[in-house]
């Protein structure tokens, strides 16, 4: 028993103030991943409704509004999480700093070009297989895990 009072007290003293976990949300939902989640979404939901083309649009329609509903409550759980990750670690000033920062107009541009340039950024890229890749030259250079490219 005591050791559980200790554990449960241990716990209540690392928890971050309101203020830093209020903060946290705020610049977590300005991050990156909470700024493409929505397209992923989108584009899981739109792969999700092709395996099934004979869904009615009465029947697709539906489908996409529980996979929105069920992509919008993920994200609320990723902002979460994250913000309070944010919370725990760093100071109540330095959150301050980033959330003003993040809401800025200047990154609320950046936020708005984001998504087109991660796009374009992975076309021009390619396909990217790092473990291919190290297999590739590991077998170059030593003639081992050629099996894997």
Known sequence: ??????????????APPVEAELLGRRLAAKSGIA????????????????????????????LLAIGRAEGQAGLGRLVAALGHAYAQRLSVADLRVLVAQSESPAAARRRAAEPEA???????????????????????ETGKLCERH
């Open 35 to 62: 700024t493409i989640a929505p397209l992923m979404i989108e584009k899981d939901l739109t792969e999700l409704a092709g395996e099934a083309p004979d869904l009615s649009p009465a029947e697709r329609a539906r």
């Open 1 to 14: 028993m005591l050791n559980l009072l200790i554990m449960l007290a241990a716990q209540m003293a690392a």
């Open 118 to 140: 991660i796009m374009a950024t992975m076309r021009a890229l390619g396909e990217l297989d790092l473990k291919k890749n190290v297999a590739a030259a590991f077998c170059r």
